[in-house]
C-alpha cells in the first residue's frame, strides 16, 4: 500500500514537471498583425548562388555582344549596357492594385504577368513626348494576362470596359525606329490610343549602368 502511495505521488510529480515544461517551452512564433496570413516561400525562389551564375552568364554571353554591336555604330561612345531595371516597392504595389481593378471592373481575373525584353530608341523622346533617359539601352516591359477565349492572352482594357487582346491590336508587323512606316503602322498608334482605350503595359522604371552599380559585381 505504501509503495502504491509513492508511485501516485512520484507519477503527480511527474506530470506537474510536464506541464512546467509545456508552458516554459517557447510558443511558436505569430504574425505580427493579428490575422496575417504567413506566406510560404514560392517555388520560384532560387540561391545566392544561383542568382550569381545567371549574373555571370548573362555577362559571359551578352554583355560583349552588346559592346561590339554599339561600338559599330559609335566607336568614340563607351557604351556601359544596362544589366537591371527597377521599380519601387510602392510603384509595384500601386500597379498590381490598379491592373487588379480594371481587370475585375472587366470581369475577368488576372493569370500572369509577362515581362518582356525590351531596348530604348535612339532618340530623345518617346513618341508620347517623355524624355528617354537611356536611349539605346535594354529594359523591360510587364504586361498582365487573362483567359481569353481559351487562350491566356496579354490584355489591355476597350472603349467598351472589356478585356481585349494586345495582339489584335498591334499584329505582328515591326513598328521600331529602323522599319520603313507604311499607312497601317503610321494609323496605328493614332488610332489605338484616341479610342478611349486603356493600357496596362508597365515600363518606366530605374535602370543602371550609373550611378547605381549592381548586386553581383
Not at 504574425?31 to 506566406?39: R, S, Y
Not at 525562389?45 to 561590339?68: F, G, M, P, V
Not at 523622346?125 to 533617359?133: L, R, T
Not at 520603313?180 to 493600357?199: D, V
Request: proline share 8%; net charge negative.
Amino acid at each position: 500500500m505504501k509503495n502504491h502511495k509513492n508511485t501516485v505521488i512520484a507519477s503527480f510529480g511527474a506530470i506537474l514537471l510536464l506541464l512546467g515544461a509545456c508552458q516554459e517551452a517557447p510558443k511558436k512564433e505569430e504574425p505580427t498583425e493579428p490575422g496575417q496570413e504567413i506566406v510560404a516561400p514560392p517555388e520560384g525562389i532560387i540561391s545566392l548562388e544561383e542568382s550569381k551564375a545567371l549574373y555571370d552568364n548573362y555577362t559571359k554571353n551578352r554583355i560583349d555582344i552588346i559592346r561590339t554591336f554599339e561600338a559599330e555604330r559609335n566607336a568614340d561612345e563607351k557604351f556601359v549596357p544596362s544589366r537591371f531595371t527597377s521599380f519601387s516597392y510602392a510603384d509595384m504595389e500601386q500597379y498590381m492594385k490598379y491592373v487588379e481593378q480594371e481587370a475585375h471592373e472587366a470581369g475577368v481575373k488576372v493569370a500572369s504577368l509577362r515581362i518582356y525584353f525590351a531596348n530604348y530608341p535612339d532618340k530623345p523622346d518617346f513618341p508620347d513626348g517623355k524624355k528617354v533617359v537611356h536611349p539605346r539601352q535594354n529594359s523591360i516591359f510587364i504586361v498582365p494576362t487573362t483567359m481569353i477565349d481559351g487562350k491566356e492572352e496579354g490584355f489591355y482594357i476597350g472603349s467598351d470596359g472589356k478585356a481585349k487582346p494586345i495582339k489584335a491590336v498591334v499584329g505582328t508587323k515591326e513598328t521600331g525606329e529602323k522599319s520603313e512606316p507604311n499607312t497601317s503602322q503610321a494609323s496605328f498608334a493614332p488610332a489605338f490610343f484616341q479610342s478611349g482605350s486603356t493600357s496596362l503595359n508597365l515600363n518606366h522604371g530605374n535602370s543602371y549602368p550609373p550611378p547605381f552599380g549592381t548586386d553581383f559585381q
